[in-house]
């Protein structure tokens, strides 16, 4: 009897995460008004926000590109190559084969990072569609990223709507575009956070995380649309919880560094007395 092939594992990294999101212009419209086929979709936008643990301490990338499809498709690329987890709400249904399709029509054949994250594992490690996740996999029925937001107190969707963009692009309003695909990928990189300290039983991967980046937002003046984030319940609520965890972080590290100090002083090498004849 063969053995049965094992399932690969979904405990992705949390350290090093990039959550993207991205606005599509559909060449198909529905006479029904009913959403166009993915293949018909060409990226505008593309929100990017990355996050990565340094020594304890979180640093954040939070940036949305406007641009061609080629463009898109080499930023997305690069920004893959960075980290170890890419983070998507319903990422393998319609990010990543749109991405891909939109590289195959430019016959940008140059980009592997993104090749492989369009290919990757649905079980994977590198790829966390939360859509997924928060359905476990299709047994439950899949939610919306904005149900699942205002449920645990996370602001998305507060400047516009998707179903706006394309009137919004017509009408030469980048700048709300702009924000609004950059708002929605940070809502899922927060999102990822709640899923990471579930999945790990560890609040400490939402709290210390959700800290650092509302500082992050607060003391940077180009991030000013994202301030809700800053301020939301669940950012109140992880701020004072960072702090106990940070905390007490420090003193098991103390903690560690006296007992190794104290086994390698038993190892030093002690005054040699000669013998007296």
Known sequence: ??????????????????????????????????????????????????????EGEWAFQLEAVLGD???????LDERLATVRTAVTFNGRGFDAPVMRLAALRERRFDLPRLASHAHAQRFGAAHADLAELFSSYGSARRPGLAD??????????TSTSGGDIAALWKAG???????????DAVATLILFFVWAAHRAADEALLS?????????????PALASLRPFAECELARWARPRALRASIKAALQRAEARSKRDAEDAMFLPSEVVPLRR
């Open 69 to 75: 499809q080629s463009e898109l498709a080499e930023t």
């Open 208 to 220: 210390q995380p959700l800290a650092d980046l509302a500082r992050h937002i607060e003391r940077t």
């Open 173 to 183: 309003d980048r700048e709300r575009v702009r924000d609004y695909v950059l708002e």
């Open 1 to 54: 009897m063969r053995d049965q092939p094992r399932r690969p594992t979904d405990l992705h990294d949390p350290r090093s995460v990039l959550a993207y999101d991205i606005e599509t212009i559909s060449t198909a419209e529905q006479p029904d008004g009913s959403f166009p086929p993915w293949p018909t979709h060409q990226p505008i936008s593309l929100g990017l926000a990355r996050a990565e643990q340094v």
């Open 148 to 157: 699942l937001c205002r449920e645990l107190g996370i602001p998305v969707k």
